[in-house]
T-cell receptor, first 115, second 114 residues
């Protein structure tokens, strides 16, 4: 398996624009997590899905943020409209419920810059 | 609620020196504990984990960590640091049972001098 795949690797956009981040989890994994990493706040959990169903979105900062998982192999995190304070690295991670290792597999992240 | 504290934002060591990165957790019962490493421009990779049993756990790349219940700590150690160990290190705690959702510390940046 190629691991968790995120796209794009880098995104530069202007304030007010819509941004869509994409994630393909490892095949067969039941859980998908979206994290945001900033210098100020470290690694924050935004939302996670179990079997494509959003379970906890309490970490989503505002209504401008939304996430979907239309099927087991694809998820999106959308920011509309984007603001400079959204600039961060966004990570997607997945995990298998059958893996007693409880290990998260992370993608390489999307570096988002909002000007 | 579970939480993790990594008191050191940056640690600088010389290559070949020993290393200890601190991690303290807050959790009502015996937690799952993890250390992840993040190399520049990469996602996080699991170094080691503690679930139960022997409180000294061995991980990849020559790292080990010791769970000390009395101190609520799970410090990461390496006897001799290599320049390639320069990275960001994250401690995480997860709840037992249920869906397990890890909470990460703020991270410690390791700088290795030649």
């Amino acid at each position: 398996d190629a691991g968790v795949i995120q796209s794009p690797r880098h995104e530069v956009t202007e304030m007010g624009q819509e941004v869509t981040l994409r994630c393909k989890p490892i095949s067969g994994h039941d859980y998908l997590f979206w994290y945001r990493q900033t210098m100020m706040r470290g690694l924050e959990l935004l939302i996670y899905f179990n079997n494509n169903v959003p379970i906890d979105d309490s970490g989503m900062p505002e209504d401008r943020f939304s996430a979907k998982m239309p099927n087991a192999s694809f998820s999106t995190l959308k920011i509309q409209p984007s603001e400079p304070r959204d600039s961060a690295v966004y990570f997607c991670a997945s995990r298998s419920d059958r893996d007693r290792d409880e290990k998260l597999f992370f993608g390489s992240g999307t570096q988002l810059s909002v000007l | 609620a579970q939480s993790v504290t990594q008191p050191d934002i940056h640690i600088t060591v010389s290559e070949g020196a020993s290393l200890e990165l601190r991690c303290n957790y807050s959790y009502g019962a015996t937690p799952y504990l993890f250390w992840y490493v993040q190399s520049p421009g990469q996602g996080l990779q699991l170094l080691l984990k503690y679930f139960s049993g022997d409180t000294l756990v061995q991980g990849i790349k020559g790292f080990e960590a010791e769970f000390k219940r009395s101190q609520s700590s799970f410090n990461l150690r390496k006897p001799s640091v290599h320049w390639s160990d320069a990275a960001e290190y994250f401690c995480a705690v997860g709840e037992r049972g249920g869906s397990y959702i890890p909470t990460f510390g703020r991270g410690t940046s390791l700088i290795v001098h030649p």
